[in-house]
């Protein structure tokens, strides 16, 4: 069983900067894509950041400028470096991974920016 454990969430004033980790047991070059996901209380899941492996990069609007995606394909981790975070952003962040067809999830970050 494929698992992916994220860490790295933490109490961030606004205008901070965080950086997330998730960890795969299993190479991230079987992954056909991987990205970060978010819930805000309240609120329904949405897409943060993803790529596919070889091909493409894409961010939510209301991300861009200010956070990258990254990965270290000798560590099997993905990252996803947060700037200038707003207090709206406050959520639980979710790793994703699709192989071989199937949706792995991690458990989730909890980030909270508040001063």
């Known amino acids: 069983q494929v698992q992916l454990v994220e860490s790295g969430g933490g109490l961030v004033q606004p205008g901070g900067s965080l950086r997330l980790s998730c960890a795969a047991s299993?190479?991230?070059?079987?992954?056909?894509?991987m990205g970060w996901y978010r819930q805000a209380p309240g609120k329904e899941r949405e897409m943060v950041a993803t790529?596919?492996?070889?091909?493409?990069?894409q961010y939510a609007d209301s991300v861009k400028g200010r956070f990258t995606i990254d990965r270290d394909v000798a560590k099997n981790t993905v990252y996803l470096q947060m700037n200038n975070l707003k207090p709206e952003e406050t959520a639980v962040y979710y790793c994703?991974?699709?192989?071989?067809?199937?949706?792995?999830w991690g458990k989730g970050t909890l980030v909270t920016v508040s001063s």
């Open positions: 299993a190479s991230l070059f079987s992954f056909n894509s």
């Open positions: 994703k991974g699709i192989r071989y067809g199937m949706d792995y």
């Open positions: 790529f596919t492996i070889g091909i493409s990069t």
